[in-house]
């Protein structure tokens, strides 16, 4: 898998399960020097950590503060290669239900911190440098043909053009940045709405295609909001 994937400093938010949890695995098997953030480490994650090239980073809650400082100095004077802004939440609105305090919730953590996370970081970032957003297709309006899910889609749509700021700003500095759909997944922020049968791909399957995706990055197509199959997506 990602056999292409060049050898390079990572950093993964919400590092500890789901797609994040499989992007570590992948880019630990390839030999990347990998930090995995998250705010509490998991099993399966900790299993990895045998291995020299992993370090896990706790205490990381990007949509704090005190969380985006931990990181701050835990990485401090350290080159970053890619950084992959994959930590999110998901809750579920109706107009029957608008719940303002749960939107507000995934305005703060979906698209205001990954863009204060990746501001905190500049300093480790350097020409050649990509950032990769992973966003939502729900976050796009001209795909929005069932309504609903308020928070969701408007801390996607708000991330979306935000990323493509970031990616006109710092594109003099030769830093690229990708928009990622990572596809229908089956994981466990998806369950928990209720159901069990959600999604049609696996983590892994979601995290070789976007890795793929971030293997292909450069100021060429930087800004460009992609589906984890290749497809460019509607805004």
Same mark, same amino acid.
């Given at each position: 898998?990602?056999?292409?994937?060049?050898?390079?400093?990572?950093?993964?938010?919400? %590092?500890?399960?789901?797609?994040?949890?499989? =992007?570590?695995?992948?880019?630990?098997?390839?030999? +990347?020097?990998?930090?995995?953030?998250?705010?509490?480490?998991?099993?399966?994650?900790?299993?990895?950590?045998?291995?020299?090239?992993?370090?896990?980073?706790?205490?990381? @809650?990007?949509? /704090?503060?005190?969380?985006?400082?931990?990181?701050?100095? %835990?990485?401090?004077? /350290? *080159?970053?290669?890619?950084?992959?802004?994959?930590?999110?939440?998901?809750? @579920?609105?109706?107009?029957? +239900?608008?719940?303002?305090?749960?939107?507000?919730?995934?305005?703060?953590?979906?698209?205001?911190? *990954?863009?204060?996370?990746?501001?905190?970081?500049?300093?480790?970032?350097?020409?050649?440098?990509?950032?990769?957003?992973? /966003?939502?297709? =729900?976050?796009?309006?001209? @795909?929005?043909?069932?309504?609903?899910?308020?928070?969701?889609?408007?801390?996607?749509?708000?991330?979306?053009?935000?990323?493509?700021?970031?990616?006109?700003?710092?594109?003099?500095?030769?830093? &690229?940045?990708?928009?990622?759909?990572?596809?229908?997944?089956?994981?466990?922020?998806?369950? /928990?709405?209720?159901?069990?049968?959600?999604?049609?791909?696996?983590?892994?399957?979601? %995290?070789?295609?976007?890795? &793929?995706?971030?293997? &292909?990055?450069?100021?060429?197509?930087?800004?460009?909001?992609?589906? &984890?199959?290749?497809?460019?997506?509607?805004?």
């Amino acid at each position: 898998m990602s056999e292409t994937i060049s050898k390079r400093t990572v950093v993964i938010t919400g %590092a500890n399960r789901g797609i994040g949890l499989a =992007m570590v695995k992948i880019c630990q098997q390839n030999g +990347d020097n990998v930090y995995a953030l998250c705010r509490k480490s998991s099993k399966a994650l900790d299993e990895l950590a045998t291995h020299t090239n992993l370090n896990i980073i706790e205490s990381i @809650d990007i949509s /704090t503060e005190q969380g985006v400082n931990n990181a701050v100095v %835990a990485l401090k004077a /350290t *080159p970053i290669d890619l950084l992959i802004n994959n930590a999110g939440i998901l809750r @579920d609105e109706s107009l029957a +239900d608008l719940n303002t305090a749960t939107i507000s919730e995934q305005f703060n953590i979906n698209a205001l911190a *990954p863009l204060v996370f990746s501001h905190a970081l500049l300093g480790n970032l350097s020409k050649g440098s990509k950032i990769a957003m992973i /966003t939502s297709r =729900m976050g796009s309006l001209t @795909d929005n043909t069932s309504g609903g899910r308020y928070g969701y889609r408007m801390s996607k749509a708000a991330l979306n053009i935000a990323s493509v700021s970031l990616a006109q700003d710092l594109a003099p500095k030769g830093i &690229s940045v990708g928009i990622y759909h990572p596809g229908y997944v089956q994981t466990d922020m998806v369950n /928990t709405l209720g159901k069990t049968d959600n999604g049609d791909i696996s983590s892994d399957v979601a %995290a070789a295609r976007l890795l &793929s995706l971030m293997d &292909s990055l450069t100021l060429a197509n930087s800004g460009i909001f992609k589906h &984890s199959n290749g497809e460019t997506l509607p805004w």
